[in-house]
């Protein structure tokens, strides 16, 4: 059988991810842009607390000062009007830097702004403002679904925002990334049922920030499909995905299944936990990574997904 990334994307079928977040993302995109914002306040307002307050870090922080600086100093109904453009994707100056942005650093901007209306620095929600029906409706969405959906939710949004958010895939020499340090040694780990070397290195390399090392795993054609997104296609691209997205991440796999298919072709499925530099330990996400490998032993497919429930943590079967 000769694989296609359409054919591999099956690998593994029976795979329960989570779809309600994709739903709820599409909920709050249906609210008014002022309901938009009043959501992510509250929404933020729950889930900030669990943020670990050092994650942003100074360096990181440095790179956006310039905006960070023309934003003190403007007035209320100003500093407002920028979070509507934002929102609404409109096209400012800010609004076209903020595209520019990595995932990270749109979050760390938003983390900064969050922490100024807390203080009276960034306007603050007004006061006496009464939640709508549909906010009320989007935030009991969320409250019903586990964690770490409702921080992809939360990522979500703020990812889609900025004029054109597609522009960042265009020109990576120009985007913004956060790097965090790793604070203690990659996590030691084994996985119950997996010995293959090639899923061990890319764990490996991905614990330490090496994404060279993770991409020199896979064929040239090869391909990675993130949580609820198309698969990625080609070293190349693969490379400034995972800069943009994957520093920091600590990858906790403990479970899997290897099988040899046709032609030498293996798969591979994997189950564990990954944590984020924004929530460290606070926020344990499932995932499953669905390998396919070559048969040179490079990887051909990789799907991550975030998965429905942590009933499916042990859902190893093949269909
Ligand atoms: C200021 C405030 C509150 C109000 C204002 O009106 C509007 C906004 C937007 C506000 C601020 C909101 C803030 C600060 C939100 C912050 C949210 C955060 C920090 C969310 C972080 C989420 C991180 C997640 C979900 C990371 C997930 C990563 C995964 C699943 C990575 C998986 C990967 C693996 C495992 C691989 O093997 C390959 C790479 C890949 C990246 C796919």
Redesign the pocket.
């Known amino acids: 059988m000769n694989y296609t990334i359409e054919s591999a994307r099956n690998i593994f079928s029976s795979t329960q991810v989570a779809d309600a977040v994709p739903a709820t993302t599409a909920m709050f995109a249906e609210l008014n842009i002022d309901d938009?914002?009043?959501f992510?306040?509250y929404?933020?307002?729950e889930?900030?607390r669990t943020?670990t307050p050092a994650?942003p870090g100074k360096a990181n922080l440095q790179l956006m000062e310039g905006i960070f600086n023309q934003i003190k100093q403007m007035s209320h109904e100003e500093q407002t009007q920028l979070?509507r453009d934002l929102?609404s994707n409109a096209d400012t100056p800010i609004s076209r830097s903020y595209a520019y942005f990595g995932v990270n650093a749109k979050?760390g901007f938003?983390?900064q702004?969050?922490e100024w209306?807390k203080e009276g620095i960034v306007a603050p929600?007004p006061v006496g403002y009464q939640m709508s029906t549909q906010v009320k409706a989007v935030l009991e969405a969320v409250q019903k679904i586990d964690q770490?959906q409702q921080?992809?939710v939360?990522?979500n949004?703020?990812v889609n925002?900025g004029f054109d958010p597609s522009l960042a895939d265009k020109k990576q020499a120009e985007v913004i990334n956060f790097k965090f340090p790793r604070t203690s040694l990659s996590p030691q780990f084994t996985i119950e049922g997996v010995t293959e070397p090639t899923v061990l290195k890319?764990?490996e390399a991905?614990n330490a920030d090496n994404f060279e090392a993770?991409v020199a795993l896979f064929a040239n054609n090869g391909a990675?499909q993130?949580?609820f997104q198309k698969p990625i296609v080609g070293r190349e691209a693969i490379t400034s995905?995972?800069r943009d997205?994957?520093q920091g991440?600590v990858?906790k796999p403990t479970k899997g299944i290897s099988e040899t298919i046709e032609d030498g072709y293996t798969q591979h499925k994997i189950t564990g936990t990954?944590e984020?530099p924004?929530?460290g330990g606070n926020v344990g996400?499932n995932?499953a990574?669905r390998f396919l490998l070559d048969p040179q032993g490079q990887i051909y497919f990789?799907a991550?997904d975030?998965l429905a429930s942590p009933k499916e943590l042990l859902n190893l079967t093949r269909k």
Request: proline share 4%; hydrophobic share 70%; charged share 5%.
């Open positions: 938009q914002l009043a992510l306040w929404a933020y307002a889930l900030g943020i994650a979070m929102a979050l938003w983390w702004l969050g209306m929600m770490s921080i992809t939360l990522r949004t703020v925002m890319y764990i991905m993770a990675l993130p949580p995905y995972l997205e994957g991440l990858m990954v984020t924004w929530f996400m995932i990574w990789v991550i975030l």
